[in-house]
């Protein structure tokens, strides 16, 4: 196996200060008189240190970073097309993760040292069960100088039940919602979410803005009236973040400019960014001037407000009259590197000092040398945590002190290999990139026209060249992935059409007699349960690419389908039958596998339906997934014809037991089949 490397550079504690002698010189005693407003002795140990040493957030292009980002988990319930893999990801162990404890700890230190905002982020904050204490703990620091509260979530939990949690976190100290929006097209967003959930995301929009959440500006609703019913309150925002994606939803940027028309909150444009896994191409980002020249198509007088404050992320502008307002991110083509304030803390602890770096270095570790994981906030002596906060800071400060003056132009960051966007809150490891090539190509401007796999030979770029790809599956080798870990579909294009078949075979079992006696008289409620079991076997041969998704399209030419009855009492000469599609089925094509046809053997309980199916096709690839899929298809839709009647029914025993052409030759059931004769492999 070709293995691959993190690209993702930990520093090493040898390269930051050395760590302070253990002493208690730089402690205030707690009966000290001091001028300072009351604090305990570790703060006001950290103040003393703080003022005698440059500011940590401050990195050496003059920037000082106000703005903390904090991942609560790594678990969504979205599986967004350009941040995760339809699979999820593997989840890290929670010992690995920072505890309530320890990220109320560090945001603690963080707001001593002149963080004003905090954001939560994940992952999904909303799927962490104490998110909604842990937003009034932070809520707590406001005295110590933390300003904002803000929380970025895709707002299907928020939403839901009338937007129950969005109001306990707005009553716990929530001050900013951002909400991740990139379709209102019901069909897209399952689409791109690979999720359904549109309705809670809508209704937590309405939800906030009834809630007092707004621009955040005094004298919100637009000119004439606009807006009119939903004014929000200066100080709660309200953000809708749509990653702009050429071919996917940029139909849709004038339906998101119009949603501002009435509602006074900010719809932001993001061009696509490239992060590891989601096959960042330029051909799939709709830039800032493109999306410019869309908008003012329609709206002429699309104008920037008067407004930009320093270390906003976006470039705003409005259409006269409209309660909201539009803004862009655009990181890729006008990046905003030289304003940024921002430092992110990942989910396992470590310092990110850019979206887009490489570089972190693990403030968890060095902090569990002095607390345990679950210990709370202000354990431990006074000595020893004035120490902790001393050290983490210089920490801090070393990695703050190493932030680039930009980041790199989008090209090159499509050839890193850092963190998956849904990994920003966990430490990378191993893993295989995310095949999101074979989602749709932006040729053509429209959502219908999307094809849900790739019909390119050609695999997607890799970082280093690529050794040639094995001729044959091995135990260790996947043919379908690339050596670097990334999925595609296999060339064809030099292989001879020869004749293949496959057969592959299946059960449904029943748990009550009822579902056998309706088949055999053919008295279900829904019909013939058999007749269409075997015409959905077909028609799900014919849909198998689309289903499989590095599945090759195939002319099939027969698909002969056989479902019956098994096991049940009476069994014997009832209804049984089979279905043949196309002419020209081999002799042969028939086969009896021991134990899985009508007479039961093996099955104790009340019977159930026994499918085979055999495909065959002239092609220069084989048909064991058009066979795997028939059956399952039939087995599901018998399942569905008497679950009415046996809520148990289930599928077992589902493979592939005949194979015939081919490179590798043929075989049935374990047994190789050459020149007309069995040889044991």
């Known amino acids: 196996m070709h293995s691959t490397s993190t690209a993702v550079h930990r520093i ?21 008189t001091t001028t300072t407003p009351p604090a305990t002795p570790r703060l006001a140990a950290l103040r003393q240190t703080l003022a005698t040493t440059p500011n940590p957030l401050t990195d050496t292009f003059a920037r000082t970073h106000t703005y903390l980002r904090l991942s609560l988990t790594e678990r969504c319930n979205l599986r967004c097309t350009y941040c995760m893999p339809a699979s999820g990801v593997p989840l890290s162990p929670p010992p690995s993760l920072l505890s309530t404890p320890e990220l109320l700890e560090l945001s603690s230190l963080f707001v001593a040292a002149g963080v004003t905002k905090i954001r939560l982020t994940g992952g999904e904050p909303t799927v962490r069960r104490d998110v909604i204490p842990l937003i009034a703990s932070l809520g707590a620091m406001r005295p110590q100088g933390l300003a904002e509260i803000g929380m970025t979530s895709n707002g299907v939990l928020l939403g839901a039940g009338g937007g129950r949690r969005l109001r306990a976190a707005t009553e716990a100290g929530l001050t900013g919602l951002n909400l991740s929006l990139d379709t209102m097209v019901p069909a897209k967003f399952e689409f791109v979410t690979r999720r359904q959930g549109l309705g809670n995301v809508l209704a937590c929009i309405e ?21 009119k019913g939903h004014v929000g309150r200066a100080g709660k925002k309200l953000k809708v973040n749509v990653v702009v994606m050429a071919g996917v939803n940029d139909d849709e940027i004038l339906d998101f400019v119009e949603f501002t028309r009435a509602r006074p909150l900010e719809v932001r444009f993001i061009e696509y960014m490239p992060f590891d896994g989601n096959a960042w191409a330029s051909k799939k980002m709709f830039p800032y001037a493109a999306m410019l020249d869309t908008i003012k198509a329609r709206y002429p007088d699309f104008a920037p407000t008067a407004t930009q404050l320093p270390h906003d992320t976006a470039k705003t502008w409005q259409v006269p009259g409209y309660a909201g307002r539009v803004g862009f991110i655009t990181s890729m083509t006008e990046n905003f590197c030289g304003t940024c304030n921002r430092l992110r803390i990942t989910g396992d602890g470590s310092i990110k000092v850019c979206l887009f ?23 431990g002596s006074e000595e020893r945590r004035a120490e902790m906060a001393q050290r983490l800071m210089e920490v801090v400060g070393a990695a703050v002190g190493r932030k680039r003056e930009g980041h790199k132009p989008a090209e090159e960051l499509r050839r890193d290999t850092g963190r998956p966007m849904i990994l920003i809150d966990k430490r990378p490891s191993p893993r295989l990139a995310v095949p999101l090539h074979l989602l749709p190509s932006p040729a053509h401007h429209s959502f219908l026209g999307v094809r849900p796999y790739s019909s390119s030979s050609k695999p997607p770029p890799s970082p280093t060249p690529s050794p040639p790809q094995p001729t044959q ?10 050596p670097s870990g990334t999925a595609h579909m296999i060339p064809i294009t030099s292989k001879a059409a020869t004749h293949r078949r496959a057969t592959a075979v299946g059960r449904v079992h029943f748990t009550t007699p009822h579902p056998a006696a309706l088949i055999r008289a053919n008295t279900l409620k829904k019909g013939d349960a ?12 014919k849909r198998t690419p689309e289903l499989v998704v590095l599945c090759h399209p ?14 049940a009492e009476g069994a014997e000469g009832g209804r049984s039958g089979g279905v043949t599609e196309g002419e020209g089925m081999a002799e042969g094509g028939s086969i009896v596998v021991k134990g899985e046809g009508a007479d039961g053997q093996g099955d104790k309980g009340h019977g ?60 049935r059931e374990g047994v190789k089949i050459e020149d007309g004769e069995e040889e044991r492999q």
């Open 207 to 227: 939800a906030a803005l009834g809630m007092g959440f707004g621009l955040g500006d005094a004298g919100e609703g637009g000119v004439g009236g606009a807006g």
């Open 530 to 541: 058999l007749a269409v079991a075997r015409i959905a076997a077909v028609m799900a041969v």
């Open 608 to 667: 159930g339906v026994y499918i085979k199916a055999t495909v065959e096709c002239q092609g220069p690839t084989g048909v064991e997934m058009e066979a795997l899929t028939a059956v399952t298809v039939a087995a599901l839709n018998v399942v569905d014809m008497v679950k009415g009647v046996d809520r148990g029914a289930w599928i077992g025993g589902v493979r592939v037991v005949e194979k015939v052409g081919g490179k590798s030759g043929g075989w």
């Open 357 to 379: 770096g490489n570089e972190e270095v693990s403030l968890r570790d060095l902090m569990r040398e002095y607390r345990g994981r679950d210990e709370e906030v202000g354990a």
């Open 12 to 32: 090493p504690h040898t390269d930051l200060p050395p760590t302070p002698p253990t002493s208690t010189s730089t402690s205030t005693s707690p009966n000290a």
């Open 473 to 482: 599956p091995s135990p260790t080798v996947l043919p379908h992935l690339t």
């Open 554 to 567: 195939l002319m099939v030419s027969g698909v002969a389908v056989d479902v019956e009855l098994f096991g």
